[in-house]
């Protein structure tokens, strides 16, 4: 049940074109706190996450994700839902929970 983060593409290739540049340098990942990995998620390259989103399993993130306590994932990435939390993270908070009154 890992979760895989990548922040490079394990071997470097340059243009032939005379051109000893590298195409595809390795990238910083963010995660931001309170962030819930699904089992078996992939985080790619370039990757920044809000905080407090969550991964469903399986997803494979290749781009960055910035609105906060939200689930985003799939193939392709999209948002699936926002305005949401683990419980365990906010538990004393019942009824209409609004995540700015609990932070």
Known sequence: MD??????DDHELQ???GSSDILNEPKAIHIGN???LGAQTSILKGV???DGTILPYGSTIIESYNNPNSIFGGK???VLKQNVARRDF???VGGNLNLQDAL
């Open 34 to 36: 309170n962030c819930w």
């Open 90 to 92: 906010y538990p004393n």
């Open 3 to 8: 979760s895989t983060i990548i922040d490079g």
């Open 15 to 17: 243009s032939l074109n």
């Open 48 to 50: 920044n996450l809000a």
């Open 76 to 78: 392709p990435n999209k």
